[in-house]
């Protein structure tokens, strides 16, 4: 067996790439080149993608970004605005090789933390951030054996929509869903992701990225979701919904519509994506009858004596929340993505 050798991605590894990912059982759509460029241009962080080879082929992939912050500390993470991430590829010798290509430019770059956002475990002695889940489930090719796999209650909630008349489009711009999905996040007292990081999901990942508005029969649009389609899976991934939504019951109907639309487009796994235990929209997946996965996100520490805590679980960012529920909207939308590039 030849040796490994592992190196930076460079230009004209693109389509090279990309074939190991959609072949590769342990990659995700996180794992897709595209990425690098949106983290580059969009965020404007610097970004790390190492590949392994034998032979002059691809075994193993992992890509990196380091954000630096001054209010969040510096950080080598595989990958940021991502819920999947780390080493994609069964190669041990080659995993082995880019974790450790990984460790020296982390020290080199002086990171305080290497983070892995892993869906399964890789090292148990690693410390490890025990927040996160995931919930993943099969679904049917026949919409009615799909609407009797949900708990009865919450089918009972989708069955309310229907009556309510909803109606669900694939829009072909973000223009519908940034209005639901910045008044959202403004109303849970977090900062929005730019516009233009939309719009460019749907310019970049053309077919595989679509956006579905939920309206009532009257036409205003009342719940929207960004979703990331990969071999046979959909992951809805970005959503927001207007405060006249849950008496209409639109959020439950959008994602009755958007597994249909999963369904006729061929996909067989629903990736619910990733939820705080014990909050809001944990849930929700749950009462769908889907069963959380405790995600493995794995740190290296070099410069700091726990992992970080950047989420809104932790107390002390409580006040900063109060503070940002009460802003406009215009300026909310406006400073949000100077603080959410940092936050990953």
């Not at 193993?60 to 590829?89: M, R, W």
């Not at 041990?92 to 990171?111: F, M």
């Not at 708990?151 to 009556?163: D, E, H, L, T």
């Not at 809001?280 to 700091?304: D, T």
Request: charged content about 25%.
């Amino acid at each position: 067996m030849s040796d490994v050798i592992v190196r930076p991605y460079a230009d004209g590894d693109a389509a090279c790439w990309n074939e190991f990912v959609f072949a590769c059982p342990d990659a995700t759509f996180f794992h897709r080149i595209e990425w690098r460029d949106l983290m580059q241009q969009v965020f404007r962080h610097r970004t790390h993608y190492l590949l392994a080879e034998r032979g002059g082929r691809i075994v193993a992939v992992l890509p990196l970004v380091e954000v630096k912050s001054a209010l969040f500390g510096h950080a080598l993470t595989s990958l940021p605005f991502a819920v999947y991430g780390g080493i994609a590829g069964s190669d041990a010798e080659a995993a082995a090789a880019l974790e450790a290509a990984a460790e020296t430019l982390a020290q080199r770059a002086g990171v305080q933390h290497l983070e892995y956002r892993n869906l399964t475990e890789r090292h148990a002695e690693w410390p490890r951030q025990d927040l996160y889940v995931t919930f993943r489930k099969e679904i049917q090719a026949d919409d009615e054996a799909n609407m009797q796999a949900i708990p009865r209650k919450q089918r009972a909630m989708v069955r309310k929509g229907i009556k309510n008349g909803l109606l669900g489009d694939i829009d072909s711009s973000a223009d519908r869903f940034f209005a639901l999905y910045s008044d959202n996040v403004l109303r849970h007292g977090t900062p929005a992701l730019p516009k233009k990081f939309f719009e460019a999901l749907l310019q970049v990942f053309g077919s595989d990225c679509d956006i579905l508005t939920v309206s009532s029969a009257e036409g205003k649009p009342l719940s929207s979701v960004l979703s990331f389609y990969f071999r046979d899976e959909i992951l809805p991934y970005y959503a927001g919904d207007d405060v006249a939504a849950r008496d209409l019951a639109a959020n439950d109907f959008k994602y009755w519509e958007l597994m249909r639309h999963a369904v006729a487009r061929g996909c067989r796994i629903f990736d619910y994506g990733r939820s705080k235990v014990g909050t809001g929209p944990y849930h929700f997946k749950k009462n769908w009858g889907f069963e959380p996965v405790l995600l493995s996100y794995e740190y290296r520490l070099f410069k700091r004596d726990s992992i970080p805590q950047n989420n809104p679980m932790n107390p002390k960012y409580r006040a900063f929340i109060a503070l940002w529920k009460r802003l406009p909207i215009g300026v909310a939308n406006w400073l949000g993505p100077v603080l959410v590039r940092n936050l990953g």
